[in-house]
């Protein structure tokens, strides 16, 4: 082969070199527009879930003021506090029939 001729195929090569540095730059910039993009929707899903337990803390904090009313609560607490005394006091005449029985 003469080197002041080149055959066709050498043309060819010639040729593909600059279209393969081409694509490989093009898939480069792509995935550095991917890593990008994955990096802002990571931190923009982060800040939706932020702010949706923040959304929901807020509407639990809403639902136990305003559900149940503090009237309700107190007689709750009553009741059990009523119930647990008595509860107290079986346990104490069991106690005191045990220690009799002795």
């Not at 480069?28 to 994955?38: E, F």
């Not at 807020?58 to 506090?81: G, H, M, Q």
């Amino acid at each position: 082969m003469d080197p002041m001729n080149p055959s066709s195929l050498w043309w060819m090569d010639a040729a593909q070199a600059p279209v393969i540095a081409g694509l490989y730059w093009l898939l480069l910039g792509i995935k550095r527009d991917l890593d990008r993009r994955i990096e802002k929707g990571t931190s923009r899903h982060d800040d939706g879930l932020a702010r949706t337990r923040d959304e929901l803390a807020a509407f639990k904090l809403e639902v136990a003021r305003t559900y149940v009313p503090l009237s309700l609560i107190r007689d709750v607490d009553r009741r059990l506090s009523e119930q647990l005394l008595r509860i107290e006091d079986k346990l104490e005449n069991i106690r005191r029939d045990q220690e009799n029985d002795k």
